[in-house]
Structure formats: structure tokens, C-alpha cells
């Protein structure tokens, strides 16, 4: 029995009505099902720049968009170890669809940390499992890339009601969205890095498109920008302030999840390249190409992605409701750089796979072709940029001291 295996073993199957939504052991079909859904179109998606609809479909179908969702108010239960392997899964079949499925995933996990307690959060709650709303990410704003510890748009007050005008340069899948979690800067006396979350949906907010590019790769994420105006209550601010949940939840959930689905991308890629290898290899009577060394690379990085994910992914479990543990620099730092590793890892696996497929992998119309893993798997080191982090955390590593042994 393999540690997966045992997590679904030992989890509790609820006795009642909806059985297949609360046993957690259907996880893996379930995903399966979302997974050939968005292979079938993935493509396509790749092709016209399109967000993949029956992909999130099948999701939605499957009740995966709620799955993390406490089963208190009416989701799975589902841990980080669940979602993850889901990131994954859906990383093989779509680069998009698993990008998208991450964010999201993201956003409810600050919902299910940081939400409990506060009565517009605890719908909201229900309503992601009852209704599969889709959320997603609003931080990137105007000129400040990366930088999401500033911001620039301050919520107005007015008596309980506020609003909020933000120059949001990237909001992924935000057209088709239902619902959106932004920062913004507390109050418009508050200093840039005095910021709070919000949760709005979509009858309390419009966009108004100001951006449209062409992407390399992500391409179904459709990442635009959008002028968002939001009107509503001060109840959608989340009871804590932001600096807690960005190093509590945001910043974890998200890096674990987008490690993932990179992860994911890789597998494919490794996946073409093996095909190409045993088929030049049956073709030659058995001699292996040139390239099976590539290949023999690939899956070295694979394997050492995979680990650099689930032992960040362990540390996490084990400490995610220890405040204290979450805000230690060991954890913050590595945790910031599970992101900046995973994603040359998945880079560096995927170029791998290329080399090892040659021109069968360089062709964009072949079976063994990794043209679109590529230029998915490029946008990993810039989603919030590898270079900010590590200028970002260089004091930090400094301060903490290096390990006397192999597993303190
Ligand atoms: C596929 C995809 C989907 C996305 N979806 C969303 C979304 O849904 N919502 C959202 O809000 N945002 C989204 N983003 C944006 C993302 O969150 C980051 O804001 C963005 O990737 C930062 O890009 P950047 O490298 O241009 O910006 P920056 O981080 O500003 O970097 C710009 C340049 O400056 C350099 N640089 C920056 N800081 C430093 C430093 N301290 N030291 C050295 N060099 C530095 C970098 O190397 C880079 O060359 C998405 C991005 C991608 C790729």
C-alpha cells in the first residue's frame, strides 16, 4: 500500500445520501474524468487562445471546484495532499486547465483558513460547493509585477459599504470567473504594505478589459488585464489581515499547487519522450538512440521535482495549523523556494524531454512533439518572478544557519 493509498484508506467514508461527493477515495477517478476532459481539448485550447470550458465543465460535473471545502458547509474535506495530486493529474493532460484549477484552489484555501467564523465567508463557502463557483487571482496591479506585498488601490469606506477601483494588469480566467479574491491597500491613509483580502463575486463587481496579449504558452489561462470596480460590503474583508494569510496560507497553498501542476507538465513531457525512446529503440532492433541519455536526464529532474514538492509538501501538513511553525523563517524560506526550484526543475525536465525526442519533439504536429509543454512550463520561473524571490529572501538566508545534519 503506497502512502496515497493509506491517506484514502485511513479517511473517514461519510454514510449519507451523497456518498460519491463525500468519499474522499473518489478523488482519483473523479480527477481522471476532469483529465481526459481537458486533454481532448487541450489543443485547441492551446491553439485559439481559449479557456478551456469542458475541462472546467467536467470539474464543476465532478464537484472538484468545492472539494476542499469543509464538509460542514457542504464540500469534501479535501487536504492539501488531495489537491495537490489533482494539480497534478490535470497538469498531464492541460497546462491551462491545471494552472487554473491551482488558482483556484489557492483562493479557497484562504477562504477555508481564514474565512471560518465570519458569516460572508462561511456562504461564500457553501455557495463554492453547492453552486462550483469559480474564483480567481487578483494581485498583479498596475507597473508592480510581482511585488504583492504592495498595493496601490485602497478600499473606500462608507459607513459598511465599500468599494474599490483597481488597476488589475493580469487576472487569469477573469472574464469567466464567478467570483474574485484581490488585495488592496486597507484604507486610503494606509501605507502601501498595510493591505487586507477581499472576497467579491461577480453581481458586486465589473471588469472593463484594458489589456489583451498574445501569450508564449498558458495560453487557455487567458491571462488579460481588466479595470475592476467593485462595490459591496465591508463584511467581504476577511477577518485577518493580509500579511498573516499571505504567509499562512496564500504563499504555501500556492506554491505547493503551482509546483504541482508544472510537475504535472513535466510528467507529460517525460511521457512523450519515453514513447519516442522505446519506439526508436524497437526500430533499431533494441540499440537505444542518441538521445535516451536526454531522456535518463528528464526523468532525473522529474524525480528530484517530485521530492523537492512532497517534502515541502509534509512540512506543510504537518505544521498547517501552527501559526508559529508557518511564520518561522526556515519554513518561509523554503517554501518560497519550493517555487523558484520546482519551476527550473519542471524547465529543465522538459527541455530534457525535448532533446531526447529531437526533431520529433522540436515538430509542433507530431505524437511526440513538447512544443506546447514548453512553452507552457516557461511561464513558471516568471510567475511571480524567481529573481524577485531570491533577491527577496537573500537576508533571510543568510540568517539561518546551515543544517549540522542530513534531516534537521
Ligand atoms: C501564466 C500566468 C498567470 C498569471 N495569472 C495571474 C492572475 O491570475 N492574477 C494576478 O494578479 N497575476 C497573475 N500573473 C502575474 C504574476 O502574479 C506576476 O505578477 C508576474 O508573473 C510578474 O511578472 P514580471 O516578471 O514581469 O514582474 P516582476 O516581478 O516585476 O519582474 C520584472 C523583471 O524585473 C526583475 N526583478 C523584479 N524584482 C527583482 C528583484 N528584486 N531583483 C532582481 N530582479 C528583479 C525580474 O527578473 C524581471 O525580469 C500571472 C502570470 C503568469 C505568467
Not at 483597481?166 to 488585495?183: E, K, L, P
Not at 519542471?346 to 526533431?359: D, F, K, N, P, Q
Request: one cysteine or more.
Amino acid at each position: 500500500m503506497n502512502v496515497q493509498e493509506a491517506r484514502f484508506r485511513s479517511s473517514p467514508v461519510e454514510k449519507t445520501s451523497e456518498q460519491f461527493i463525500l468519499d474522499r477515495s473518489s478523488f482519483p477517478q473523479r480527477t481522471a474524468a476532469v483529465a481526459a476532459a481537458a486533454a481532448t481539448e487541450a489543443e485547441a485550447v492551446d491553439r485559439d487562445a481559449r479557456f478551456p470550458q469542458a475541462a472546467i465543465d467536467a470539474a464543476r460535473q465532478q464537484k472538484l471546484l468545492g472539494a476542499q471545502i469543509p464538509q460542514q458547509f457542504g464540500g469534501d474535506g479535501a487536504t492539501i495532499f488531495d489537491i495537490t495530486d489533482m494539480c497534478y493529474t490535470l497538469g498531464r493532460a492541460c497546462a491551462s486547465t491545471a494552472m487554473i484549477f491551482a488558482m483556484h484552489q489557492t483562493k479557497v484555501a484562504c477562504l477555508v483558513r481564514h474565512g471560518a467564523g465570519s458569516g460572508w465567508h462561511e456562504t461564500l463557502m457553501r455557495r463554492v460547493a453547492s453552486e462550483q463557483m469559480l474564483l480567481a487571482s487578483s494581485t498583479t496591479e498596475g507597473q508592480n509585477g510581482g511585488n504583492i506585498r504592495f498595493s496601490a488601490a485602497a478600499v473606500e469606506h462608507a459607513g459598511t459599504e465599500i468599494s474599490l477601483v483597481r488597476n488589475a494588469t493580469v487576472i487569469s480566467y477573469g472574464a469567466q470567473a464567478d467570483g474574485i479574491v484581490t488585495i488592496a491597500r486597507r484604507a486610503n491613509d494606509a501605507a502601501g504594505s498595510d493591505q487586507v483580502l477581499l472576497a467579491i463575486t461577480k453581481d458586486n463587481y465589473t471588469l472593463e478589459p484594458s489589456l489583451e496579449w498574445e501569450t508564449l504558452g498558458m495560453r487557455g489561462t487567458c491571462s488579460a488585464g481588466f479595470e475592476l470596480k467593485f462595490k459591496g460590503t465591508a463584511e467581504q474583508i476577511f477577518p485577518e489581515a493580509y500579511d498573516k494569510i499571505h504567509a499562512q496560507t496564500m504563499t504555501p497553498v500556492a506554491h505547493l499547487c503551482w509546483s504541482s501542476a508544472w510537475a504535472g507538465i513535466a510528467a507529460a513531457a517525460v511521457d512523450r519522450a519515453q514513447a519516442f525512446i522505446r519506439k526508436a529503440a524497437r526500430g533499431a532492433g533494441g540499440q537505444m538512440p542518441p538521445g535516451a541519455a536526454h531522456f535518463t536526464a528528464a526523468k532525473m529532474a522529474l524525480t528530484k521535482l517530485r521530492a523537492v514538492i512532497t517534502a515541502n509538501l509534509d512540512t506543510y501538513a504537518a505544521h498547517e495549523h501552527d501559526e508559529r511553525a508557518l511564520s518561522s523563517l526556515d519554513f518561509q524560506s523554503s517554501i518560497n523556494l519550493l517555487k523558484v526550484e520546482a519551476s527550473e526543475l519542471a524547465v529543465e525536465t522538459v527541455m530534457s524531454a525535448m532533446r531526447a525526442c529531437g526533431l520529433s519533439g522540436y515538430r509542433n504536429d507530431g505524437d511526440f512533439s513538447v512544443g506546447r509543454h514548453l512553452r507552457d512550463v516557461l511561464s513558471a520561473p516568471i510567475m511571480i518572478n524567481n529573481d524577485r524571490i531570491l533577491t527577496n529572501i537573500a537576508t533571510a538566508s543568510l540568517m539561518s544557519a546551515v543544517p549540522a545534519s542530513l534531516r534537521d
